[in-house]
Nanobody, 126 residues
Framework: QVQLVESGGGLVQAGDSLRLSCTAS????????MGWFRQAPGNEREFVGS????????IPLDSVKGRFTISRDNAKNTVSLQMNSLRPEDTAVYYC???????????????????WGQGTQVTVSS
C-alpha cells in the first residue's frame, strides 16, 4: 500500500504564489510517475500534470501552463507543485497522485491514478 500526504494548501490572494508538496510512503513504486489533480466545487476533476522518475514533466492543463511547475525528489519520495500568479479560478482541492495513466474510453481521454492523497484546499481570493 502507498500513502500520500499533501501539504502547503491555504488561502492566498490573486497574484500570489503557493507551493504544494506531497510525500509518498509505504510500498512506493520507484519507477512510477507522480502528479497532481484538482477539483473545484461543482466541477469535474482536472488533471494538472505529472512528472516521471527522470524529472520529465508534462502539464497538459492549458489554464495553468506557464504558471505552474512540477518537480520531484526521488530520494525523498516527494513531488511538488509550484503555483505562481494564482487566480481565483485556481481555487480547488488539489490531490497528489501516483502511477497516473491515460485512459481512452468511448473516444474520450481521461487520467486515472492508482494512489491518491487526501487532498489539500487551495483558495485564491480576488
Amino acid at each position: 500500500q502507498v500513502q500520500l500526504v499533501e501539504s502547503g494548501g491555504g488561502l492566498v490572494q490573486a497574484g500570489d504564489s503557493l507551493r504544494l508538496s506531497c510525500t509518498a510512503s509505504g510500498r512506493t513504486p520507484s519507477t512510477a510517475n507522480m502528479g497532481w489533480f484538482r477539483q473545484a466545487p461543482g466541477n469535474e476533476r482536472e488533471f494538472v500534470g505529472s512528472i516521471n522518475k527522470n524529472g520529465d514533466s508534462v502539464i497538459p492543463l492549458d489554464s495553468v501552463k506557464g504558471r505552474f511547475t512540477i518537480s520531484r525528489d526521488n530520494a525523498k519520495n516527494t513531488v511538488s507543485l509550484q503555483m505562481n500568479s494564482l487566480r481565483p479560478e485556481d481555487t480547488a482541492v488539489y490531490y497528489c497522485a501516483v502511477r497516473i495513466s491515460l485512459i481512452r474510453r468511448g473516444g474520450q481521454n481521461s487520467y486515472e491514478a492508482d494512489y491518491w492523497g487526501q487532498g489539500t484546499q487551495v483558495t485564491v481570493s480576488s
